[in-house]
């Protein structure tokens, strides 16, 4: 089979250059397939984005992205405009005249973008998150695929605003013909419920992994170090949690919960430190709901955004990790922290029973007395502490970047073979 031309929608690939959190999830997913994608000696990947000249620094400053050319479809559709009219035309002057004009387009293209390709040379259109392009979309031609992450703001029924605007324009481009990775059994079986345009057997589920290479760190000194950056006390244990201030993510019951925890078993020396972005009326919102803060607010320490090389450290120096989210698409989160051989508490909800398996403790995110149980036996049984963090450093052991793509090339190159295989 010949080498399969990918074009690759990088638009969010751009958030490489920006070190906040618009680095997010999503991003690390899109981020981690174009890296593996480039990996595979069967494909040739093109990238599209909506600002080309943006994502042509982005290729100039990352050297991981050599192999990647642009593809400008403005230029690209003129050229084939230029093709069907000297193709259709009987007049000499129009012909020498057009092809002056496809000669002209393809010197700026390559130019600018080091390469020329027309999309009549595209086999597939892949996108890690947004809606496809119409110029892609009306190509019958090109086999279309689509990252499918949650349905969160359908549930929630965010407004179409600005920050969820491609999630509409995504939900509004599905239909029954194009084919689409969910990032979890949960995330396929909601957008059948939701979406009655999908057809449910062109729905694929990959494994996703994490967005840094993370692992366990033994070095106390380092982790120690690192602590230090972000104030919290080297004296001191503490649970993490990484998260925003999303609802979903249930954060008001995990920090209530803790302080019922360490009042109740009169732990002076455990703190609740919270890293992930955050707005700054959240102390606000805490002493709106829980109660007694302002006696225990020393025992929450919100260190804001953590960069990514410190992760790591942050989540090895951690006793447990607790993650009681209400809805997940994934939960790339739960599979940081079971990296880094730390213990996990999260909910039974949505997809994270798919990650956590049986390598910690699942409880239901609406019951006090289930977190602060977990929480004790996290804490003072040893050796179901330890057992836990085994299973879970073997468990992460099976999402991996690799296998993602594994499944992804391998239902590509199954489609365009029946594709071929029909035509014949």
Known sequence: MKKVNLLYDATIICNIMINNSSRSGIFFVAYNVLLELLKREDLNIYLY??????????LNQYKEFNKCRIYKPVLSGYASF?????????????????????????RISKFYFNHFVSLDDIDVYFSPMRAVPAFAARNNHVKKYTILHDVIPIINSY???????????????????????????????????????????????IPLSTGKPYFKLDDKMYVNQIKRKYGIPTD?????????????????????????????????????VLG?????????????????LGKNQEKILRIGYVADDDMSALYSG?????????????????????????????????????????????????????????????????????????????????????KCVDVIENQIKKDLEYENFSSN
């Not at 880094?340 to 039974?348: E, K, Q, T």
């Open 49 to 58: 984005a909506e600002k080309p000249v943006k994502l042509k620094m982005v």
């Open 82 to 106: 230029l093709a069907d009219v000297m193709s259709n035309s009987n007049n000499k002057l129009i012909k020498i005249l057009c092809s002056l004009q496809a000669s002209l387009v393809k």
């Open 236 to 272: 001191k244990k503490y649970i993490f949690s990484l998260c925003n201030l999303d609802p979903r993510k249930n954060l008001i019951f995990a920090i209530k919960n803790f302080l019922r925890f360490v009042d109740k078993n009169k732990l002076d020396d455990f703190i609740f």
């Open 159 to 205: 407004r179409e605003n600005a920050g969820h605007r491609w999630f509409y324009n995504m939900l509004n481009s599905i239909n029954s013909e194009d084919k689409y990775f969910a990032n979890s059994e949960y995330t396929k079986q909601d957008f059948i419920k939701y979406v009655p345009k999908i057809n449910g057997e062109n729905i694929k589920v």
């Open 318 to 402: 951690a006793e447990m990790f607790v993650f009681p989210s209400l809805y997940e698409g994934f939960g790339i989160p739960v599979l940081e922290a079971m990296k880094c051989g730390l213990p996990v508490i999260c909910s039974n909800a949505s997809s994270l029973p798919e990650v956590i398996g049986d390598c910690g403790i699942q409880i239901n995110p609406y019951s006090d007395d289930e977190l602060i149980s977990a929480m004790e036996k996290m804490y003072y049984d040893r050796e179901f502490r330890e057992n836990c963090i085994a299973k879970g450093l073997e468990r992460a052991k099976l999402f991996t970047w690799k």
């Open 276 to 292: 992930g972005a955050h707005f700054y009326d959240f102390v606000e919102i805490m002493n709106k709901n829980i109660e007694d």
